[in-house]
């Protein structure tokens, strides 16, 4: 689909003295005063309606926030716990409680261990090592 370029003539009127722009949305005739101001346009007024603007700032959010995952923090006390004297973590990437020892050790970290466990840290590796020892041999 083309899109149409208005002229200003095209969009612009006077009616008993009021000004009026045509909104390219909902094709309808309205007063400059329901037009949101958009400075980068010849008029300093958007192309949309305020309604119609409205509606596509909606739309826009809904499938942005579609794509996106929310993403939940846990505080440090949430993420570690002790059952039967064995103190355990959860990792951040499969979301499995594991004992301390199934973790790689991490200066940066608060508690000495890196956020994801041993298997979850070694499995993205996993595929460009093969393809590597391939390419060796």
Known sequence: ??????????THR??????QKYCTKCDNWKDESEFNIDR????????????????HAQARYRKATKKKKIIVYLRFKDRH????????????????WKKEIEYYRSISEKDGLMCRC????????????????????
């Open 14 to 19: 006077k009616v008993d003295g009021r000004k």
């Open 40 to 55: 980068s346009n010849r008029d300093g007024l958007d192309m949309r309606c305020r309604d119609c603007a409205r509606v």
């Open 81 to 96: 716990r002790v059952i039967k004297r064995v103190r355990q973590k959860l990792c951040t990437k499969c979301g499995k």
């Open 118 to 137: 041993k298997e979850c840290t070694y499995k993205p590796g996993k595929k460009s090592r093969k393809r590597r020892s391939a390419l060796k041999n």
């Open 1 to 10: 689909m083309a899109k149409k370029y208005y002229k200003y003539e095209e």
